[in-house]
């Protein structure tokens, strides 16, 4: 964690910027909810919750920054909220994720399965894939199982 905390650091340095308390808290959050994906006002909950006098502004405004400096990834939902969570920078890609209709769960899919539609691609198109969002819909197993 501590180490990770440096990365960001360094990505920040890079783009002259700076580590501030604001940008810090946000990113230790997220360090700690990996398996989560965090809104905006998730964070600005959580900040509050720790007496972190942060406003909600500069949580979108810190939020939006972290995504383009490639430290987070945001995932687009149809209701209008984007949801956080930290770049894993062992990926290559981005892992995709299912979405479930019933509960609004997002689960994070571990297997890329992209690899040979990639390939395909690259061969009939003569496109390079550096990158894909893949958001699949459904039904989550625990929602499939329920009985109403
Ligand atoms: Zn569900
Ligand atoms: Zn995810």
Do not use: W
């Not at 964690?1 to 700076?18: I, P, Y």
């Not at 965090?38 to 972190?52: G, P, V, Y």
Request: glycine share 4%; aromatic share 6%; charged share 35%.
């Amino acid at each position: 964690m501590e180490k990770q905390v440096n990365n960001f650091e360094d990505k920040l340095r890079d783009n002259s910027l700076k580590l501030t308390g604001p940008r810090q808290c946000i990113l230790n959050y997220l360090a700690c909810n990996r398996d989560k994906h965090l809104t905006a006002d998730d964070i600005h909950r959580l900040l509050l919750q720790n007496d972190e006098k942060v406003g909600i502004a500069t949580v979108y405004r810190t939020l939006a920054l972290l995504e383009k400096l490639e430290l987070i990834n945001g995932i687009y939902l149809e209701d209008g909220c984007v949801r956080y969570q930290l770049m894993d920078t062992k990926e290559k890609h981005e892992h995709h994720h299912l979405i479930c209709e019933k509960c609004n769960r997002i689960i994070d899919m571990q297997d890329d399965l992209l690899e040979r539609l990639e390939r395909q691609v690259n061969e009939k198109y003569g496109f390079c894939v550096k990158n894909h969002k893949v958001k699949l819909y459904g039904i989550c197993k625990e929602c499939g199982q329920m009985k109403d």
